[in-house]
């Protein structure tokens, strides 16, 4: 298995508070991306990074901020947590971006807003 | 925008029985595809990827799927299921202009019943 590891694996907060889930990855990939997992839905791309401090929008970007200091982590924030943002949350990485971009999936974090 | 449709949304088979999910996608250029399965509990694997040539394509477990260009489709298949399989399988579509972003379908949830 690819070595991306998220954290926390489990989260629940109330509706308003900020929060911060984390991937870490281990195989110097240049490309980061996360997700959100919803019934019906698939997985949707929330933001992705194509670089140290490059990062750029997703199609289900809103309520959500992203940061990438360093090329081993990727943080997505909820700088106000709604209920409508309860999910599973996928962390990925890929080598490339081109046609043969291969994305390897983290663990996952499940986050509840009440 | 490019979509990618997954018809069945949940499939339930016996032991033995042969598996054949369909993924169809709207784009008229080159397209790369993907396989992935998540079984329960746990982070996405790729079962199996068509970049070009042969349009059958053989993965993992016994997977199989194949490329059909005038139908837009790439039908995930398997002879015989084992219990085992049981998970939700996602087809994924990269198209090849801009930045590649992987496309995921809402996802099959496939319950293999011994």
């Known amino acids: 298995d690819a070595g991306i590891t998220q954290s926390p694996r489990h989260k629940v907060t109330e509706t308003g508070t900020p929060v911060t889930l984390r991937c870490h990855q281990t195989e110097n990939h240049r490309y980061m991306y996360w997700y959100r997992q919803d019934p019906g839905h698939g997985l949707r791309l929330i933001h992705y990074s194509y670089g140290v401090k490059d990062t750029d929008k997703g199609e289900v970007s809103d309520g959500y901020s992203v940061s990438r200091s360093k090329t081993e982590d990727f943080l997505l924030t909820l700088e106000s947590a709604t209920s409508s943002q309860t999910s599973v949350y996928f962390c990925?990485?890929?080598?490339?971006?081109?046609?043969?971009?291969?994305?390897?999936f983290g663990p996952g974090t499940r986050l509840t807003v009440l | 925008a490019q979509s990618v449709s997954q018809h069945n949304h949940h499939v339930i088979l016996s032991e033995a029985a042969s598996l054949e999910l369909g993924c169809n996608y709207s784009y008229g250029g080159t397209v790369n595809l993907f396989w992935y399965v998540q079984y329960p509990g746990q982070h996405l694997q790729l079962l199996l990827k068509?970049?070009?040539?042969?349009?059958l394509v053989k993965g993992i477990k016994g997977f199989e799927a194949e490329f059909i260009k005038s139908k837009f489709s790439f039908n995930l298949r398997k002879p015989s299921v084992q219990w085992s399989d049981t998970a939700e399988y996602f087809c994924a579509v990269i198209v090849n202009t801009g930045f590649q972003k992987l496309v995921f379908g809402t996802g099959t949830r496939l319950l293999v019943s011994p």
């Open positions: 990925a990485i890929s080598q490339t971006s081109g046609a043969y971009n291969e994305q390897f």
């Open positions: 068509y970049f070009s040539g042969d349009p």
